[in-house]
């Protein structure tokens, strides 16, 4: 039936794209942290990172190490487990990387919540309410995602990796939906650039989740419909928000990533 041809096509194309940015991510974030601390430069991590570094807090360092550490593994580990040939071909390397991948989900989590309640965000409290509820869905969805994976429901087991993949790209959805946010408007709309304070990144602190989670059950939902027009409809949405993934990511790999490598 094309209109599920379209559907599906559609849904490729954002997953690719996405796949792509979130890889560009985690190169920048391995050779930005990364390269930091090879040269022992803690401190540089500030320069991105308010008090990501603070010399003499261990655990909040650890924490903020941790995190960054499984980030990357997120990134490049996360979408080899959505290739079906892979997957069928090599089922004991699904696994395994399934299992490193929940595990990095679960640390990636807690430290990412130890960071916001021994540090706090830029974004003051609705920031750190915002970050902490990412944190605690990463939480629900990898438990989801272990369970029905252990009792073999593979269909569900895989609507819960998929959850858990969007929950994860929060960080990756708010630099590239504020990047393009800027770049449309040619400059900050809605909020202070002084004190990262303002109704658009209340919206984005939220949004930067609950909005691909919410297309998520909209596909999920169009895909058992009948109709064309519901499937069509579903398409074009995928299609524009895959053109938004598109320009924020080269924002924000031209006005973020690179500069900051330089």
Same mark, same amino acid.
């Given at each position: 039936?094309?209109?599920?041809?379209?559907?599906?096509? +559609?849904? %490729?194309?954002?997953?690719? $794209?996405?796949?792509?940015?979130?890889?560009?991510?985690? $190169?920048?974030?391995?050779?930005?942290?990364?390269?930091?601390?090879?040269?022992?430069?803690?401190? %540089?991590?500030?320069? @991105?990172?308010?008090?990501?570094?603070?010399?003499?807090?261990?655990?909040?360092?650890?924490?903020?190490?941790?995190?960054?550490?499984?980030?990357? @593994?997120?990134?490049?580990?996360?979408?080899?487990?959505?290739?079906?040939?892979? %997957?069928? &071909?090599?089922?004991?390397?699904? %696994?395994?990387?399934? /299992? $490193?991948?929940?595990?990095?989900?679960?640390?990636? +989590?807690? +430290?990412?919540?130890?960071?916001v309640i021994s540090k706090g965000t830029? +974004?003051?409290?609705?920031?750190?309410?915002?970050?902490?509820?990412?944190?605690?869905?990463?939480?629900?969805?990898?438990?989801?995602? !272990?369970?029905?994976?252990?009792?073999? &429901?593979? @269909?569900?087991? /895989?609507?819960?990796?998929? /959850?858990?993949?969007?929950?994860?790209?929060?960080?990756?959805?708010?630099?590239?939906?504020?990047?393009?946010?800027?770049?449309?408007?040619?400059?900050?709309?809605?909020?202070?650039?002084?004190?990262?304070?303002?109704?658009?990144?209340?919206?984005?602190?939220?949004?930067?989740? !609950? $909005?691909?989670?919410?297309?998520?059950?909209?596909?999920?939902?169009?895909?058992? &419909?009948?109709?064309?027009?519901?499937?069509?409809?579903?398409?074009?949405? !995928?299609?524009?928000?895959?053109?938004?993934?598109?320009?924020?990511?080269?924002?924000?790999?031209?006005?973020?990533?690179?500069?900051?490598?330089?």
């Amino acid at each position: 039936m094309w209109p599920n041809k379209i559907l599906n096509y +559609s849904a %490729r194309l954002w997953f690719i $794209i996405t796949v792509i940015g979130q890889i560009l991510f985690a $190169i920048y974030v391995a050779l930005f942290y990364g390269g930091a601390a090879m040269e022992g430069d803690f401190m %540089r991590w500030n320069r @991105v990172l308010p008090h990501g570094y603070v010399e003499g807090e261990t655990m909040g360092n650890l924490a903020v190490a941790t995190h960054l550490l499984f980030a990357v @593994v997120v990134l490049f580990g996360g979408p080899i487990q959505f290739i079906p040939k892979l %997957r069928n &071909k090599f089922p004991l390397f699904h %696994r395994w990387n399934g /299992r $490193i991948y929940l595990s990095a989900a679960l640390l990636l +989590s807690i +430290s990412g919540l130890y960071m916001v309640i021994s540090k706090g965000t830029i +974004s003051g409290l609705v920031g750190d309410i915002s970050v902490s509820l990412n944190g605690i869905l990463i939480l629900l969805f990898s438990i989801y995602a !272990l369970t029905t994976a252990m009792k073999r &429901k593979i @269909v569900v087991h /895989r609507k819960w990796v998929l /959850r858990l993949f969007l929950a994860m790209g929060g960080v990756w959805f708010f630099r590239i939906g504020l990047m393009f946010w800027l770049l449309v408007n040619g400059g900050p709309v809605g909020f202070d650039p002084e004190t990262f304070r303002g109704p658009f990144l209340v919206f984005l602190g939220f949004g930067q989740y !609950l $909005i691909p989670l919410i297309l998520l059950e909209f596909y999920f939902w169009s895909q058992k &419909k009948r109709k064309a027009a519901t499937k069509l409809t579903m398409a074009m949405t !995928l299609f524009i928000f895959t053109i938004i993934t598109a320009i924020g990511t080269f924002a924000a790999t031209m006005g973020m990533w690179l500069p900051r490598l330089g």
